[in-house]
C-alpha cells in the first residue's frame, strides 16, 4: 500500500475470504482504495445485492468496484442497484497487438 502511494486496490480475491463485511473494514484500516468483487458470485449481476451491501456498508471509505461479466446490456442496471459509480469490464475478445511482436514468447505468456 505504500509502494502504491495510497492507491490500492485488493483484487478479486476478496470474493473468497469468508466474511466479506469485516473484511472490507479490514481493507479500509490498511489504507486501500478500491476492492474489486463481484459480490462473492459468479458474475456482478449476480453478486448485485451483495455488492449494494458492501457499498453501502463502505460509504465513502473505499470503492467498490463491481467485476465479473460485466456487460454494456447490464451495466446501467448494475450501477442503479448498487450506486457504484464505476464498474470493471475486460475485453470479450483477443485483439492483436503490434506493439508485443517483438517479444512473442513473453506476449503469449501473459495471454488469457
Known amino acids: ?6 492507491r ?3 483484487h478479486r480475491a476478496f470474493d473468497f ?7 472490507l473494514d479490514e481493507l479500509i484500516e490498511l489504507g486501500f ?5 463481484s459480490g462473492g458470485a459468479t458474475t ?6 451483495h455488492l449494494a451491501a458492501l457499498v453501502q456498508h463502505a460509504g465513502w471509505q473505499i ?8 456487460r454494456p446490456h447490464t451495466v446501467a442496471d448494475l450501477v442503479r442497484a448498487t450506486r457504484c459509480d464505476q464498474v470493471h469490464a ?5 485483439v492483436e497487438d503490434p506493439t508485443t511482436a517483438a517479444r512473442p514468447g513473453l506476449a503469449a505468456a501473459m495471454g488469457p
Open 63 to 70: 470503492e467498490v468496484l463491481p467485476a465479473g461479466r460485466v
Open 44 to 49: 456482478a449481476e449476480a453478486g448485485t445485492t
Open 1 to 6: 500500500i505504500e509502494a502504491a502511494r495510497g
Open 17 to 23: 475470504l469468508p466474511h466479506p463485511l469485516a473484511a
Open 90 to 94: 475486460g475485453p470479450r475478445r483477443a
Open 33 to 37: 482504495e478500491r476492492v474489486l468483487t
Open 8 to 10: 490500492a486496490v485488493f
